[in-house]
């Protein structure tokens, strides 16, 4: 079974529009959980990172937050553009074995004009 | 410019013939690591290696070898190449001696095994 959840696994939203993805864990203890952005047919890229002591962190239009007592995460989207088309996986490091990620499957958004 | 770069970007294959996809950064990041990624699955940890000649099995080592004889190169070796290792492949690099810190992936690799 997958430690790292994510929902909605799409979604579809209007440029403009704010959205919100959910990341659920059960990696535990871990070290720090990530989110990245993957165009189609790339690498991904680093969004944000939290440690587990951290609970929001920004990254321009992006923010992430983590309520550690939950285990759940979550990436904010503020005024969507078309280039936010993308998928957003969120990623936990275990701390038993920092050498290991989880990685979630994945929300795919498109933003439409 | 900081990169990590891999070689082949596509290739289609028959099962059985011995390949290596090349993976090299340039950062002098000590931590690497190979993931595939498969639709409905996300990406997967295949190895891993912390520095120079040292190096780990991660989700889905089964299939394939890995070597680090130097600091920059990390290639993925598939010694008899399977339809079921059809995938998406990427290679990242660290700068921190775990997989802690930020990982830097490579563009890909579209492996197809017929």
């Known amino acids: 079974k997958n430690q790292v959840e994510q929902s909605p696994q799409s979604l579809i939203i209007l440029e403009g529009k704010n959205c919100t993805l959910q990341?659920?864990?059960?990696?535990?203890?871990?070290?720090?959980l990530r989110w990245y952005k993957q165009d189609t047919g790339r690498g991904p890229v680093s969004l944000t990172i939290?440690?587990?002591?951290?609970n929001t962190k920004s990254n321009g239009r992006y923010t992430a937050t983590l309520d550690a007592d939950t285990k759940q995460s979550s990436l904010h989207i503020t005024a969507s553009q078309l280039s936010d088309s993308a998928s957003y996986i969120c990623?936990?490091?275990?701390?038993?074995?920092?050498?290991?990620?989880?990685f979630g499957a994945g929300t795919t958004v498109t933003v439409r004009a | 410019e900081a990169q990590v770069t891999q070689n082949p970007r596509y290739l289609i294959t028959v099962t059985g013939k011995k390949l290596t996809v090349t993976c090299s950064q340039n950062?002098?990041?000590?931590?690497m690591s190979w993931y595939r990624q498969d639709p409905g699955l996300g990406l997967r940890q295949i190895y891993y290696?912390?520095?120079?000649?040292?190096?780990d099995k991660g989700d889905v080592p089964e299939g394939y070898k890995v070597s680090r004889k130097e600091k920059r190169n990390f290639p993925l070796i598939l010694e008899s190449p399977s339809p079921n290792q059809t995938s998406l492949y990427f290679c990242?690099?660290?700068?921190?001696?775990?997989?802690?810190?930020?990982?830097?992936f490579g563009p890909g690799t579209r492996l197809t095994v017929t």
């Open positions: 990242a690099s660290s700068l921190s001696g775990t997989a802690g810190g930020e990982q830097y």
């Open positions: 990341c659920n864990y059960t990696v535990s203890p871990f070290s720090n």
């Open positions: 939290m440690t587990f002591s951290e």
């Open positions: 990623v936990v490091s275990y701390r038993s074995n920092d050498y290991k990620l989880s």
């Open positions: 950062m002098n990041h000590e931590y």
């Open positions: 290696s912390m520095n120079v000649e040292a190096t």
